[in-house]
């Protein structure tokens, strides 16, 4: 936006109480750290990527391009210019913006351009992910512009260096459900659960709180979100609706996810309240997590549960990321008739996974890969094809590997992974190691022989019966010993 903008289209924001105008403050400010996160991503893939036409998609400059042509003023650059210049009707002034705005009145008068009305802090950045600016070693901000000036974004060039999208993705990571600020955890939570066989359907009937924490100046608007773990996409987020001021809410409201039981098996429940805020920045309140393998379905009735302080867990720490669905066949040499096969073939269909937890975002674009150790060469490699979006993915995908005999398979090790394809990486989700785990392979000791009780089992079984299909459901494993 053109700083130079006419004064008519300019918002008047003194009707605003303080508390509003703060807030409205406090997301220019992340919206301008993101901006320079952003603006730091977009050098970057111009230096890698060659492509006029892929850049422009990668960058975000098809939407600039296209928002340009369709508005005048861009958003949080009007609010800007607005602060900068306000509009003060007769006998009113509004002081929440005015250090912010009297700063670059200032600034302007000393320089022959505007000075920008946001400053850029310096954060940690655990305060950075919180979307506030850290409490301690604060200084004034006019200190604050002086030091840091060349670390602030001014409206004049926030679009025309940032070329990428500076849309409403920028704000948007503050308006998620993701925590922002500080909310002390305390209260109850009532809930029950049951299963209804014969519309396949888990019913979560959410009655009332109790006693929950202030979120904001005396204000607590809170509301209810379930999830069935792994799954945290969109698909399988329920939410109630939200009660207005209100510590002790009542909700009696029921969400349900169609699911068979079975599948509940390797489920997790995870409940948690959340105050939502006017402008969109949801509070975490506290949250319940139930796993369903152990619950007691007879239990149908409501009951009480202590709201607990998030504790995440790195997904490094995760013994298991999901599991893989496959079967297995060995056919001995000669034993299809007229000598065929001339070698033993070990046939491998891999059926689908389930459950995957992804590194990142909420869904997963996965492939299944194999090796027969110990020939661990791109000869040996054989992969399914890329399933898009989705955390219980079907490949039913057939492999088949020949030139084996039985006493060839004792030695041998059917690796298979699952990884998450990135636009730019791949990143490993967990896998399977099929052997006799001896630990030796020809004689010599190998890491890669490491196979669980479980897994060691299904190897056997496929030396047991050739010819025969041997299916199998195996948890993938994440702490298993590199192959050197």
């Not at 109630?240 to 599948?263: G, S, V």
Request: proline letters at 5%; hydrophobic letters at 30%.
């Amino acid at each position: 936006m053109d700083p130079d903008t006419d004064r008519d289209s300019l918002l008047d924001l003194s009707f605003l109480t303080e508390e509003e105008q703060s807030a409205i403050a406090e997301v220019l400010r992340r919206d301008s750290q993101l901006r320079l996160l952003e603006e730091g991503r977009i050098s970057k893939l111009r230096e890698s990527v060659s492509d006029p036409s892929w850049l422009k998609t990668l960058s975000g400059d098809w939407f600039c391009d296209l928002r340009s042509r369709r508005h005048n003023h861009f958003g949080s650059d009007l609010v800007r210019a607005s602060i900068r210049r306000k509009k003060k009707p007769k006998d009113m002034r509004s002081d929440s913006f005015s250090s912010l705005s009297s700063e670059t009145e200032e600034g302007e008068g000393q320089q022959g351009h505007p000075q920008p009305a946001i400053l850029v802090s310096v954060q940690s950045n655990g305060s950075q992910e919180n979307g506030r600016e850290g409490a301690s070693g604060s200084s004034s901000p006019r200190t604050d512009m002086m030091s840091l000036q060349n670390k602030v974004l001014s409206t004049s060039s926030s679009i025309s260096s940032l070329s990428s999208s500076t849309m409403s993705g920028s704000l948007m990571s503050i308006f998620s459900d993701n925590e922002v600020g500080s909310v002390d955890v305390r209260g109850c939570v009532q809930f029950s659960l049951q299963y209804d066989a014969s519309k396949k359907e888990l019913q979560v009937q959410i009655i009332q709180c109790r006693d929950l924490a202030e979120a904001r100046k005396q204000r607590t608007d809170p509301y209810i979100k379930t999830y069935l773990l792994p799954d945290k996409s969109n698909q399988g987020k329920r939410k109630t609706a939200i009660k207005k001021r209100c510590k002790d809410p009542i909700f009696n409201e029921m969400l349900k996810y169609k699911m068979d039981k079975a599948e509940l098996q390797g489920r997790i429940l995870n409940l948690s309240v959340w105050h939502h805020d006017s402008l969109g920045r949801n509070l975490f309140m506290g949250e319940v997590e139930i796993d369903l393998k152990a619950w007691e379905w007879s239990n149908t009735g409501p009951q009480w549960f202590n709201l607990q302080p998030r504790m995440p867990v790195s997904p490094d720490a995760l013994p298991s990321r999901g599991s893989l669905n496959l079967a297995l066949k060995f056919i001995s040499p000669g034993s299809q008739g007229g000598g065929l096969p001339p070698t033993g073939e070990l046939h491998i269909w891999v059926k689908n996974a389930q459950n995957l937890v992804p590194f990142k975002g909420s869904a997963a674009d996965s492939f299944v890969q194999c090796y027969i150790l110990p020939d661990d060469s791109k000869a040996s490699r054989q992969k399914t094809r890329t399933v898009k979006k989705s955390l219980s993915p079907i490949f039913n995908h057939t492999m088949v590997y020949d030139g084996f005999q039985a006493k060839d398979l004792a030695e041998a090790c059917a690796e298979f992974t699952i990884w998450d394809h990135d636009t730019f990486s791949k990143q490993c989700l967990g896998g399977i190691r099929l052997s006799l785990g001896t630990g030796k392979s020809y004689g010599l000791p190998v890491p890669w022989m490491d196979s669980t009780e479980e897994e060691r089992h299904v190897w056997e079984m496929v030396f047991k019966k050739p010819g025969q299909w041997v299916e199998a459901g195996l948890p993938l494993r994440t702490n298993w010993s590199p192959r050197t």
